[in-house]
């Protein structure tokens, strides 16, 4: 390890340790490989001296694979990327990062095959289209009135840190979920947050209310029937897709962080509907998109008529949420490029399937759409850095929202 002067570092360092600022925030996380966004940030803060390793410890590993092993790792991602423009360099990029996590971190598995389903039998016909499939489900009808209430004080010019904090706390559960969070490595506050009013003057009331939002709805859906994917597998990827939405938003100016966590976290919302009630229509869903090489959101379309984003959507519709939120969930696989919420939640579910970070139910890696990579300007730089301070966040954040 070595000091190296500000003026000296150079994207692709590896930081040794974790990086401080003066307050005692964590700005860069220790095995982060520095991007140009850090190198910006440690100016921002006056950093002047940072200790780095000498190589990124997954590339130096990855020279002492075995060969076969490699290879194996190889030809998996190959099967997982089959649906994908590996020409592309972003999907060239995410490539490169899933076959050498495969191989060093992971023991290579067979290709995808199609899982054994016991549903060939005939199914039960499913609602005709999401509003009614949403109907269906009475615990589905409203949403807890916390968020709109937060939403009033922060139209109030008069309302306090402390106004906002007793909303909350006539949530508990709410309440302890928040301060989990912000007391976690997600925001990496030096001193611990022992109320809700000073976690709304450090955090902002605005993204507390956000956060609320996000947590509210995961309550939601705290039980899933046994069926192709775990609660937990669902909700890694869901908190994996927030937490890459949220750690790329720092390289978009003008681009709210909490935003786009909450984003990421919901854009799934609809296949959670899925899974709760019709379990049975998502196994065959699963196997038709194995068995088709089809994304999974064309074999929801092929059985259903309709796919999860647009139940998704009709969920938080219904539940009068922000349209922006609405449009961001609803269009997250078919991005314009013209709304960068949606493109960046398209671009993080692309990298926590790719990287394997929980569970959705996809065989495959989903393709990439050019217009929402090129709508977000980033480097191809970016993808490793926030993948790589990604993984030691989504565990932790599983755990701390109970799910």
């Given at each position: 390890?070595?000091?190296?002067?500000?003026?000296?570092?150079?994207?692709?360092?590896?930081?040794?340790?974790?990086?401080?600022?003066?307050?005692?925030?964590?700005?860069?996380?220790?095995?982060?490989?520095?991007?140009?966004?850090?190198?910006?940030?440690?100016?921002?803060?006056?950093?002047?001296?940072?200790?780095?390793?000498?190589?990124?410890?997954?590339?130096?590993?990855?020279?002492?694979?075995?060969?076969?092993?490699?290879?194996?790792?190889?030809?998996?991602?190959?099967?997982?990327?089959?649906?994908?423009?590996?020409?592309?360099?972003?999907?060239?990029?995410?490539?490169?990062?899933?076959?050498?996590?495969?191989?060093?971190?992971?023991?290579?598995?067979?290709?995808?095959?199609?899982?054994?389903?016991?549903?060939?039998?005939?199914?039960?016909?499913?609602?005709?289209?999401?509003?009614?499939?949403?109907?269906?489900?009475?615990?589905?009808?409203?949403?807890?009135?916390?968020?709109?209430?937060?939403?009033?004080?922060?139209?109030?010019?008069?309302?306090?840190?402390?106004?906002?904090?007793?909303?909350?706390?006539r949530d508990p559960g709410l309440a302890a979920s928040l301060l989990r969070l912000a007391n976690s490595p997600f925001y990496g506050f030096s001193k611990r947050i022992d109320s809700l009013a000073r976690g709304v003057m450090l955090i902002g009331a605005g993204e507390l209310a956000l956060l609320a939002l996000g947590i509210s709805v995961a309550a939601k859906f705290k039980n899933l029937p046994p069926g192709c994917v775990t609660l937990r597998q669902t909700w890694e990827h869901a908190v994996g897709c927030g937490v890459l939405a949220r750690l790329l938003a720092t390289q978009i100016r003008g681009l709210p962080q909490e935003r786009a966590f909450v984003a990421g976290l919901l854009h799934d919302a609809g296949r959670l509907v899925l899974l709760r009630l019709l379990p049975r229509h998502m196994a065959r869903i699963v196997r038709v998109a194995r068995e088709e090489a089809m994304p999974l959101r064309c074999a929801e379309q092929a059985v259903l008529g309709y796919d999860h984003a647009a139940v998704g959507r009709s969920l938080l519709t219904r539940w009068s949420l922000p349209p922006g939120l609405c449009a961001a969930v609803g269009d997250h696989h078919a991005p314009d490029g013209a709304d960068p919420d949606t493109a960046l939640v398209h671009l993080a579910n692309c990298m926590a399937i790719s990287?394997?970070?929980?569970?959705?139910?996809?065989?495959?890696?989903?393709?990439?759409?050019p217009a929402a990579w090129t709508a977000l300007g980033l480097p191809g730089s970016a993808l490793a850095v926030a993948l790589s301070q990604a993984r030691r966040q989504v565990s932790d954040l599983v755990a701390m929202l109970a799910v």
């Open positions: 390890m070595a000091g190296i002067p500000i003026d000296d570092l150079q994207c692709g360092m590896v930081a040794a340790r974790d990086i401080l600022g003066k307050n005692g925030r964590l700005l860069v996380a220790e095995g982060v490989t520095l991007g140009p966004s850090h190198l910006r940030i440690l100016r921002i803060w006056g950093v002047t001296e940072v200790e780095v390793a000498s190589c990124a410890p997954q590339e130096a590993r990855l020279a002492e694979v075995d060969p076969a092993r490699l290879a194996a790792a190889q030809d998996q991602a190959t099967a997982l990327f089959r649906l994908t423009d590996r020409e592309h360099p972003a999907v060239a990029e995410l490539f490169r990062l899933r076959v050498a996590t495969l191989a060093t971190a992971e023991p290579p598995r067979p290709d995808v095959r199609p899982a054994p389903d016991d549903a060939d039998a005939p199914l039960p016909p499913a609602p005709p289209d999401p509003e009614a499939l949403i109907a269906a489900d009475p615990s589905l009808a409203s949403f807890s009135d916390v968020y709109f209430r937060l939403q009033e004080a922060l139209d109030d010019p008069a309302a306090s840190a402390g106004r906002m904090a007793d909303i909350i706390g990287q394997g970070i929980g569970a959705n139910g996809s065989p495959w890696v989903p393709p990439l759409e």
